[in-house]
Structures are given as C-alpha cells and as structure tokens.
C-alpha cells in the first residue's frame, strides 16, 4: 500500500509538473493570439476611415458594475483622428443571460451612434441564443448606426417587450439582456463621455 501510494504521488507530481511546464510554454503564444483577435474586433467596430491611431495603443480601464454590469474593471479603447478622439470601444458585460455573463464590445462614436457590436464570449444555448455571435448569425449588425435618445427610449427592447428590436425564435431571454447590456454602456458614455475620452491610458499592458 505504501509502495502503492508513493507510486501515485510520483505520477501525481510529473503529471502535474508537465501541465505546468506546457501552460507556461504556451502562455505567450495564447496571448498574441488574444491580442490579434481583439485587435480584429476593434477594427471591426471602428472602421480604420474614421482614426489614425492605434486602437490598442489607447486603453483605459472603467469600473463601473451598475453601467458594465460587473464588479471589475474592463478595458476600453479610444480612437482618434489627428489627435483628436473621435470613438469609444467599450467592454461590457451582459450579467442576465440564459446561461450567465455574456461579454461583448461597443463601438461608439463621439455622436453617441453605435459603430458596431461584438460578442466576446458567452455560454448561451447553441442554435438559440448563440446567434449573438457573429459566426452564428448577422444579428448585432442591427445595432449598427442607432442612437440611444433617453433612458426611455422605446426602441430600445425587443420586439416582444414593445421595441424594434429582433428577438430569437424561442429564445428572448438573451437578446433582451444583450440590448439592455448595449442600452446601459451606451447611457454611461452619455454621462461621462468628456471625463473618458481625455483619461490617459491606465490599462497597463504593453502591447508593443
């Protein structure tokens, strides 16, 4: 038995030495790939005719769990023209999923119009509430170019609930908490948009 034991907490510690050793072989390699991928969505939802600048180069951090819906700083990246800040791209949080968090991004100019919506990551039920991905469906395009008038502004709910929003075939749950999450960010910025457009990057990442 103690042969036994001493057998197993041996392959135990070389099992758990190689997952290290791999994890920290890879770790690099996961995060260029992280920061490509971001890099691709910016650009995406903040068109390259409308800045001049690094869309990464610019981040800051906003904490903010009424507006972001979560209780922990997320980045957001400035866009501007000849210096000048002309777009937003706000992380947000969506806390009142189907299955939980849905994280996604907001492209938003200096006008309050809405450049364009990704979504980051998300646990909804494939073939429902995952056609807030951009793989499953063209669905966040329908965001594009709307302004948020008011906190009362009817169009922003889904249809059910009286909006001009689509909802999903069999599933309203994640929509609505998609366009209440969009609504939210987008009211946030309204308020704050001096103080956030003229913070200076604090995100502390080198993305050199």
Same mark, same amino acid.
């Given at each position: 038995? *103690?042969?036994?034991? +001493?057998?197993?907490?041996?392959?135990?510690?070389?099992?758990?030495?190689?997952?290290? +050793?791999?994890?920290?072989?890879?770790?690099?390699?996961?995060?260029?790939?992280?920061? =490509?991928?971001?890099?691709?969505? #910016?650009?995406?939802?903040?068109? @390259?005719?409308?800045?001049?600048?690094?869309?990464?180069?610019?981040?800051?951090?906003?904490?903010?769990?009424?507006? #972001?819906?979560?209780?922990?700083? #997320?980045?957001?990246?400035?866009?501007?023209?000849?210096?000048?800040?002309?777009?937003?791209?706000?992380?947000?949080?969506?806390?009142?999923? !189907?299955?939980?968090?849905?994280? *996604?991004?907001?492209?938003?100019?200096?006008?309050?119009?809405?450049?364009?919506?990704?979504?980051?990551?998300?646990?909804?039920?494939?073939? #429902?509430?995952?056609?807030? @991905?951009?793989?499953?469906?063209?669905?966040?395009?329908?965001? /594009?170019?709307?302004?948020?008038?008011?906190?009362?502004?009817?169009?922003?709910?889904?249809?059910?609930?009286?909006?001009?929003?689509?909802?999903?075939?069999?599933?309203?749950?994640?929509?609505?908490? !998609?366009?209440?999450?969009?609504?939210?960010? =987008?009211?946030?910025?309204?308020? /704050?948009?001096?103080?956030? *457009?003229?913070?200076?990057?604090?995100?502390?990442? /080198?993305?050199?």
């Amino acid at each position: 038995m *103690l042969k036994n034991g +001493l057998l197993l907490a041996v392959f135990a510690f070389f099992c758990t030495g190689l997952v290290a +050793l791999i994890n920290q072989q890879t770790f690099d390699k996961i995060k260029e790939q992280q920061q =490509l991928e971001l890099k691709r969505v #910016l650009h995406q939802i903040i068109p @390259d005719h409308v800045h001049d600048n690094e869309l990464l180069a610019h981040c800051i951090l906003i904490h903010d769990e009424a507006a #972001l819906g979560i209780d922990t700083p #997320l980045p957001s990246y400035i866009a501007s023209m000849k210096d000048e800040p002309v777009a937003i791209a706000i992380e947000t949080v969506a806390p009142d999923g !189907y299955n939980g968090n849905i994280h *996604l991004i907001i492209g938003i100019s200096v006008a309050g119009e809405v450049l364009g919506v990704r979504t980051l990551s998300h646990a909804e039920t494939p073939g #429902l509430g995952d056609k807030i @991905d951009l793989r499953k469906s063209d669905w966040v395009h329908s965001f /594009n170019g709307m302004f948020l008038l008011s906190e009362n502004d009817i169009r922003w709910n889904v249809k059910k609930d009286g909006g001009q929003i689509d909802q999903f075939t069999g599933a309203t749950i994640t929509p609505r908490a !998609y366009v209440n999450a969009i609504k939210r960010t =987008l009211l946030y910025f309204k308020a /704050n948009q001096n103080r956030l *457009l003229t913070r200076p990057g604090n995100c502390g990442v /080198n993305y050199e």
